[in-house]
């Protein structure tokens, strides 16, 4: 399986500056939807002549085609990564999120006063367990296993789940 290529759709521009008549590459034209725009806002769909009338469009009428376009190499990408044993971006974004969340919550053991509080060998079990936060990422990311996610040490954090509330009366 190769990797798939990112749609490309040449613009007017472009083209006409390579047909060596860049004269005209500076111009406005009118699309069939009447908007006038300049050659750089127009995308050459002559492969596609059983959507439209002409060889160029502007972007507003061939935005469908574009994103339709982008979402099919976006499907073929990740099946491209998945058989190479990768992780797409969106499911590494969601690692990610979920390792920053936790560093986030455990951040209270890195200040000083909250580690003499807490005492060092306490604050040891959370350094390994940040540790072992940033690893669980890595190997996700690099190597694509997505291993158990690592748990933090004991009731060591900071909560009023403990705190007892008298009832209203």
Known sequence: MTEPTPPFR???ATFLTEEGRSEQADARYSCECRRVVHASGF????????LFSRQFVCSTC????????????EVALREYQ?????????????LRGRRDVALARSDWTQLLDNRVRIG???ASLWD???AAVRDWFAVARDAGVIGDFPAP???ASPSTDHVAMEPEQ
């Open 153 to 155: 040490p004991g009731d």
């Open 128 to 130: 390994t367990y940040r």
């Open 43 to 50: 995308f050459d769909v002559r492969d596609r002549p059983d």
């Open 82 to 94: 998945a058989a190479q044993g990768g992780l797409g971006e969106e499911l590494l974004n969601d």
């Open 10 to 12: 040449v613009d007017l």
């Open 120 to 122: 060092g060998p306490t």
């Open 62 to 73: 061939c935005s469908t085609l574009r994103r339709e376009e982008q979402a099919a190499y």
